[in-house]
């Protein structure tokens, strides 16, 4: 008798975007979807309505704009992390500092990325992220003052 061998397909991870720019949700959500395995389960440009999307579906990885009406992407990301534990946040902005950074790093943001960075360093946050591992863009590190390996 042969035995049938059953390959399971890895679990969908499951992506909600939080983005306040209309183009960019779009372009967010294509891309995503052809870096692999993503399944896209949400996406919205209001910060309290998000946060309740996001608690409602409890997606596995958010894409977080911090410029946002209503709630802050940094308050966000603090309710996030506290609410379900597990939950992947990339952070995407065009307003980068110092202090912005070091808030997103005392607030557990797994990647934090700029616009300004392009397509290929959302790629890579979302490449390290799945390997459990956190991701800083070479311009957040060097404005953070991190001194990580390349990825």
């Not at 395995?37 to 209001?46: A, R």
């Not at 995407?92 to 360093?121: M, N, P, Y």
Request: net charge neutral; with cysteine; proline share 4%.
């Amino acid at each position: 008798m042969i035995a049938e061998q059953q390959t399971q397909c890895p679990a969908e991870i499951r992506v909600f975007i939080i983005e306040d720019e209309t183009l960019l949700r779009e372009l967010y959500s294509e891309y995503v979807l052809v870096l692999g395995n993503y399944k896209i389960i949400g996406s919205c440009e209001d910060g309290s309505v998000a946060l309740k999307r996001c608690l409602e579906t409890k997606p596995d990885v958010v894409i977080l704009d911090l410029c946002l009406p209503e709630v802050s992407g940094l308050e966000i990301l603090v309710l996030l992390k506290r609410k379900l534990p597990g939950i992947k946040v990339v952070i995407s902005t065009g307003k980068v500092s110092a202090e912005t950074i070091r808030h997103a790093i005392f607030a557990q943001a797994d990647g934090f990325i700029e616009k300004t960075g392009g397509l290929k360093e959302m790629k890579n946050a979302f490449s390290a992220v799945e390997r459990g591992e956190r991701y800083f863009s070479p311009q957040v590190r060097k404005l953070a003052g991190l001194f990580v390996r390349d990825p």
